[in-house]
């Protein structure tokens, strides 16, 4: 057990640091969008994720509405090394479940990002980019429907 554990460590501190899991702080949104650019940063060439929804405070009592304000948040979409790679199905997943939801439903979907506390982003045109590989996405479920 000694010899399991020994290698473990030895393993967890062979991998790069963004391999490590560090603890995250959430964004949550709904009804999002998703779009793709081009951009040079620090002389190589990146392509840009800007995933705009509207914000959401979770765990409201059931059956509680909020209005929301939209935010718009970028990251450089990388190539399959972190979860960015899947967000884009993500959304299309929450929209889907979105259009499909009724008043029956005992919750409500929503986009949730979560950025690493320790993400070290970028400036670029005066825009806060996040580093794929620092981002993880899903679909959220909370009680209450938005007001939009």
Not at 47 to 54: K, N, P, Y
Not at 125 to 139: A, N, Q
């Amino acid at each position: 057990m000694k010899i399991l554990a020994a290698a473990a460590l030895a393993l967890a501190a062979a991998l790069p640091a963004h391999a490590a899991t560090p603890d995250f702080s959430p964004y949550v949104g709904g009804f999002p969008s998703f779009g793709e650019r081009g951009a040079l940063i620090n002389g190589k060439k990146v392509t840009l994720v800007a995933i705009t929804a509207f914000v959401h405070d979770m765990d409201l009592p059931p059956g509680g509405v909020q209005e929301l304000d939209g935010e718009t948040k970028y990251f450089v979409k990388d190539d399959g090394v972190g979860n960015m790679a899947h967000c884009e199905k993500w959304i299309k997943q929450v929209r889907a479940d979105e259009r499909a939801w009724t008043k029956k439903d005992a919750t409500y979907p929503y986009l949730e990002i979560n950025i690493a506390t320790n993400a070290k982003p970028l400036t670029w045109k005066g825009m806060t980019i996040y580093r794929g590989f620092d981002v993880r996405c899903w679909e959220a479920r909370d009680f209450g429907q938005p007001d939009f």
